[in-house]
């Protein structure tokens, strides 16, 4: 696959005579790579592998219709100017609950998947947050952007314009607030199959095929993959929405509290932008797009976000640790850190600090925030 993207220009006057500058540095490669790459796992996680798609209609004409029905959508909402690091890790953000509550999130988990044993795989988010996922890795990074930025937002739109707050159902003598995103309206117990998503999970031997089903109650949503080969009947539906209404809306009333007292533990000095990655587990934490989301008023200029995309390339040139820090002509000081495959990048505006007052507000921003993963010399 290939992109060719327009280097942005500006009109500038010399002697009397007007010429146009191509700001050839405002194109961040890697950082566009890095988009191309998005695009197609974005199109194998709902179409398959281009192999797969050929060896099935030995027809190159067909892959070309099923590229052209996919990027006819994807490309218009892509929003390409406003590209940046976090295009780079395209990471996921996790809850970090107590023993206890993970523990009884593993348990409605495992007890999902033996009673629906047609149920492959199963995620957990809470708030876009990841709380616990069966599948690899980086399946779950593809359909964790699909949720976070697509399916869950227009959701909750439609929510919204909706105006629903009432329970979605009645189980005995008590309600719940779980509902169908896909599939199933549980108020009328319809079955609309034409709104299940049939995803691709590709792995180095295989490509598996699967319905994704996606369960919410309150601020807790339930990812199921279900094998293509189950026939998707309105007692799977009813029976499932069941099981899953009063246990979800029980247990996202329990995270909720937690998280609560997570949100306003984690607040942050307005003056300090941050953002932290890890290669390991793709983990992701930032200040700059708080909820993983693009934003057209960022609290960092776009100069510096280029500017954290450029240091991000010199440090993955460095094999094991190193260190960046940099002041800016408008007072902007930028640090950037890597050690053990974790990255760590610190924006702050403060221009009478020195080298020696940023580097403590940096350590601290470490030990407050990063305490137990994080480590650098």
Not at 245 to 264: C, M, N, R, V
Request: hydrophobic content about 40%; glycine content about 4%.
């Amino acid at each position: 696959m290939a992109m060719t993207v327009n280097v942005p220009t500006q009109q500038r006057t010399r002697d009397g005579q007007v010429y146009i500058e191509y700001l050839a540095d405002d194109v961040q490669d890697h950082v566009y790579k890095s988009v191309l790459k998005t695009s197609y796992l974005m199109f194998r996680l709902f179409n398959g592998t281009f192999q797969r798609i050929l060896s099935k209609s030995e027809n190159v004409e067909m892959l070309k219709e099923k590229l052209l029905a996919f990027y006819k959508k994807y490309l218009p909402v892509l929003k390409l100017s406003q590209a940046d690091l976090l295009d780079v890790y395209q990471g996921i953000h996790f809850l970090p609950l107590d023993k206890y509550a993970f523990l009884k999130v593993q348990c409605f988990v495992n007890l999902l998947e033996a009673n629906f044993s047609h149920i492959k795989y199963t995620a957990f988010l809470y708030n876009d947050q990841l709380v616990w996922s069966g599948l690899e890795q980086d399946n779950m990074q593809v359909l964790y952007m699909y949720l976070t930025l697509s399916l869950i937002p227009s959701f909750l739109e439609t929510e919204i314009q909706g105006g629903s707050v009432m329970p979605s159902s009645k189980v005995g003598l008590g309600s719940h607030y779980g509902r169908f995103m896909t599939g199933f309206s549980s108020q009328n117990e319809t079955v609309n199959l034409s709104t299940v998503p049939t995803l691709f999970l590709t792995t180095p031997d295989s490509v598996e095929d699967f319905h994704l089903l996606i369960y919410r109650a309150l601020s807790a949503t339930v990812c199921m993959l279900v094998e293509c080969n189950h026939q998707l009947s309105q007692e799977f539906f009813r029976r499932l929405d069941s099981f899953l209404g009063p246990a979800l809306t029980t247990l996202a009333s329990d995270i909720s509290e937690q998280y609560s007292k997570l949100a306003t533990s984690t607040t942050t000095d307005t003056q300090l932008r941050f953002i932290y990655f890890n290669h390991m587990n793709l983990a992701q934490k930032s200040s700059i797009h708080p909820d993983g989301r693009k934003s057209t008023s960022l609290p960092v200029p776009s100069d510096i976000m280029k500017l954290l995309a450029d240091i991000n390339c010199d440090l993955s040139k460095i094999n094991d640790s190193g260190e960046i820090i940099m002041k800016t002509m408008s007072e902007w000081w930028v640090v950037g850190k890597m050690s053990d495959q974790r990255e760590f990048y610190v924006v702050l505006n403060q221009k009478s600090a020195n080298l020696i007052e940023i580097n403590e507000e940096v350590k601290r921003l470490c030990a407050s925030h990063f305490q137990n993963i994080f480590f650098l010399d």
